[in-house]
C-alpha cells in the first residue's frame, strides 16, 4: 500500500451520492461517516459492492432526511438501528450508533445506541474494518490502527480477540475468510483465540456459517482461508470432512498428503475458471467447493495392502454422499448439493481412458452423465492432477485432451449436448398401446441406452427396437384393460 490517500484523492474515488448524502445529514444537524468494508476497500484499492454509514441521527431521523430524496426505502433493520435506501444504481444502508452487547448463550444482541463514532468502531469485528471516514470532510478516523494492519497485511480486532469472539463467534469465521478474500494473515493473538474459542461456533446457525463458508471458498486465496479453519479447530465444528484427510503418517505405507492435495486441487480448479463470457466463470463455488470436498470419501475407505499399497477403492461415491450429508447440514440449497455431490461423484470416472480408451458408447456416456456439470467437471478432473512425476503428468494431461477432442466431435456430429431417445414419451405410447405410468419411464431408459449405446438410430429400426424389448415384457401379455 502507498501512503494514505489525500482527501482530494479520496473524493475522486467515492461516489456523488456520499457528498450528496452527507450534504443532507449536516444539513439537518447530524453526523454522517462512511464506515467499514468500504472505507477498507477505498485504501485497498478495491470497488466495494456496499456503501455503509453510521450516524447520530435516530433511525426516525433517519428517515426525516432521505424522505422524498431516496426511490425506495427499506425499514426491515430499523430495530437493529439500519435504515436502507436506494438512490440512483446505489443501495446505501445508514445505521444510527451502536453499543451492543451479547447474550452470550444465543448471539442474540442487545441494542442499545450510542452517541460515539469511536465506541461504535470498538464493537467492529476487526480493526482493518473499524475505520470511518467522517463526512463531508474526509476526516480518517482509526482509533484500532487498521490502516497500519492493511499495510502489515495482518487481522487484529479493535479489543481483546477473546471479547470479540464471545460477543459473536462468526467472527472467527470471518477471519478465515478475509484471510482468503485479502490474502492477510491473522495476528498471533487472534490466532490463539480461535484456537481456544472454536467450540463457540456451536451456538451460529448453520445458515450463518454457510455465508461465511461459501465467501471464504470464492475468495482470491481460498487455500489460506481454509488452512486456517482446519489449523484453528473450527473446521472440526464446521467442516469435518476436511480435517480428517490430515491422515495419520505411516512410515510402512507411504502415499500422497490427501489433505495437501486437496488444497492444491482447490488452487487449481479455481486456475482454471474463465471469465464472465466463458463456460465457468470465476469464482465458481460449485467448482470449488467439489475441487475441495472430492476426497473426502478417503478416510473411510483407506486400506493397506499386503504389498504395501494404499487404496480408497470407491472412494468417490462414498465422498458424494458425505458432501451431500455436510451440505445438507449446512443448508446449501438442492441444486447446490446435487451439483457438488455429482461432481464428486464423477471425478474418478476418467481415470483408465488412456490406457484402455473408450468407445463412442462410453464417451456418450460420460456427457450424458455429466450434463451440464461437463465443464467443471473437465476442470475438476484436470485440477486432480498434482503428480510430482512429470511424464505421468503430461500423460494425463494428452488423454484428457484426446477425450475432449472426442467429445467435441461427437457433439457436432450427435448434438450430444442434448441426448435423447430416438423416440420420446408420445411415440412410445403410441406404438405400444400403453397409457401413462411407470411403464413409460422404463421404456423410455431402455430407449436412452440405445441412443448412448449406437448414437442416433433410425425411425425404423429405433420402433424395431422398442417392439422387441416390448416383447420381452411381462406386461406385453397381459390384456389390455
Request: with cysteine; glycine share 6%; net charge negative.
Amino acid at each position: 500500500m502507498q501512503q494514505l490517500p489525500a482527501p482530494a484523492a479520496l473524493q475522486r474515488a467515492l461516489p456523488g451520492v456520499v457528498f450528496d448524502l452527507a450534504a443532507r445529514f449536516t444539513a439537518a444537524g447530524h453526523e454522517l461517516s462512511l464506515v467499514g468494508g468500504p472505507v477498507r476497500d477505498l485504501f485497498l484499492g478495491r470497488v466495494s459492492p456496499d456503501l455503509d454509514f453510521t450516524t447520530d441521527a435516530t433511525p426516525e431521523q433517519t428517515l426525516e432526511v432521505v424522505s422524498g430524496w431516496a426511490d425506495a426505502v427499506w425499514e426491515i433493520g430499523r430495530e437493529f438501528g439500519t435504515i436502507a435506501f436506494r438512490v440512483g444504481g446505489e443501495t446505501i444502508e445508514v445505521t444510527t450508533y451502536r453499543a451492543e452487547a451479547y447474550d452470550p448463550e444465543s448471539r442474540k444482541p442487545v441494542v442499545a445506541f450510542g452517541s460515539s463514532l469511536e465506541d461504535d468502531l470498538y464493537r467492529r469485528d476487526f480493526a482493518m474494518n473499524a475505520m470511518a471516514l467522517r463526512l463531508p470532510q474526509l476526516e480518517l478516523v482509526d482509533p484500532f490502527g487498521g490502516y497500519t494492519d492493511l499495510e502489515a497485511g495482518v487481522i487484529r480486532t479493535p479489543g481483546a480477540p477473546a471479547s470479540s469472539f464471545s460477543d459473536d463467534p462468526l467472527r472467527m469465521m470471518r477471519a478465515a475468510r478475509f484471510a482468503s478474500q485479502l490474502g492477510m494473515d491473522v495476528h498471533d493473538d487472534v490466532r490463539r483465540a480461535m484456537v481456544d474459542m472454536a467450540e463457540r461456533i456451536a451456538i451460529i446457525s448453520a445458515e450463518r456459517v454457510r455465508d461465511e463458508l461459501v465467501k471464504l471458498i470464492c475468495g482470491d486465496a481460498p487455500r489460506a482461508g481454509v488452512d486456517l479453519l482446519v489449523d484453528t479447530g473450527l473446521a472440526e465444528k464446521v467442516l469435518p470432512e476436511v480435517s480428517a484427510l490430515k491422515l495419520e503418517t505411516d512410515e510402512h505405507h507411504r502415499h500422497k498428503d490427501v489433505y495437501q492435495h486437496s488444497l492444491q486441487v482447490l488452487e487449481q480448479a479455481a486456475g482454471l475458471e474463465t471469465d464472465a463470457d466463458g463456460p465457468v466463470p470465476a469464482p465458481d463455488f460449485v467448482l470449488r467447493f467439489a475441487a475441495l470436498m472430492h476426497d473426502v470419501g478417503k478416510p473411510a475407505t483407506r486400506r493397506f495392502e499386503s504389498n504395501g499399497a494404499v487404496t480408497f477403492r470407491h472412494h468417490d461415491v462414498v465422498g458424494s454422499k458425505l458432501v451431500k450429508k455436510r451440505m445438507r447440514a449446512l443448508r446449501f440449497d438442492n441444486d447446490t448439493i446435487k451439483a457438488v455431490a455429482r461432481l464428486v461423484e464423477l471425478h474418478m470416472r476418467f481415470y483408465g481412458y488412456g490406457e484402455a480408451g473408450w468407445t463412442d458408447s462410453a464417451v456418450r456416456r460420460y456427457v450424458n452423465d455429466a450434463d451440464d456439470l461437463l465443464e467443471r467437471l473437465h476442470r475438476l478432473t484436470r485440477s486432480d492432477v498434482t503428480t510430482r512425476n512429470r511424464r505421468k503428468a503430461e500423460r494425463l494431461a494428452h488423454a484428457y485432451d484426446d477425450l475432449e477432442r472426442r467429445i467435441a466431435e461427437l457433439a457436432e456430429e450427435e448434438e450430444l449436448a442434448a441426448v435423447r431417445p430416438d423416440l420420446d414419451g408420445e411415440a412410445i405410447m403410441a406404438l405400444l398401446g400403453i397409457r401413462p405410468g411407470p411403464l413409460v419411464g422404463r421404456a423410455y431408459r431402455h430407449m436412452l441406452e440405445l441412443r448412448l449405446d449406437h448414437g442416433p438410430l433410425e425411425r425404423e429400426r429405433a420402433e424395431a427396437e422398442l417392439r422387441a424389448w416390448w416383447a420381452e415384457q411381462p406386461e406385453a401379455a397381459e390384456p389390455a384393460e
